[in-house]
C-alpha cells in the first residue's frame, strides 16, 4: 500500500492556461498536464533558485520528493516543447489529487 500524500504548500500563480506551438490549433494536439505540485517546483528550484533542501522545506515536503517533482516536471516540459505538444498549466479550478 502506498504511503499517503502529504499537503503540499503551494504558492506560485499560473499566469495562463496553457502554451502550444503557435499557428496550430490546440484541439488538434495532444496535451501534457503539468500539475500544480510541479509547477511549484519548476518555480522554486529553476526560477527563483532555491536549493532543492530550501524549496522542499517551503513545499512541506521532502528534498527527495522535490527531486522527483523538478525532474517530472522539466521532462514533462521538454517533451511538449521538442515534439510540438499542448502543455497544460493547472488553474485554480482544477482539482489536483494532492
Known sequence: MPRPKKCRQLSSCVPCSLFKPNGIPAANLSQILLAADEFEALELGDVQRLSQL????QMGIS????????????QKVATAITQGLVLKLPTPNDKDPI
Open 54 to 57: 530550501e524549496a522542499a522545506a
Open 63 to 74: 528534498r527527495q520528493t522535490f527531486g522527483y517533482l523538478l525532474a517530472s516536471a522539466r
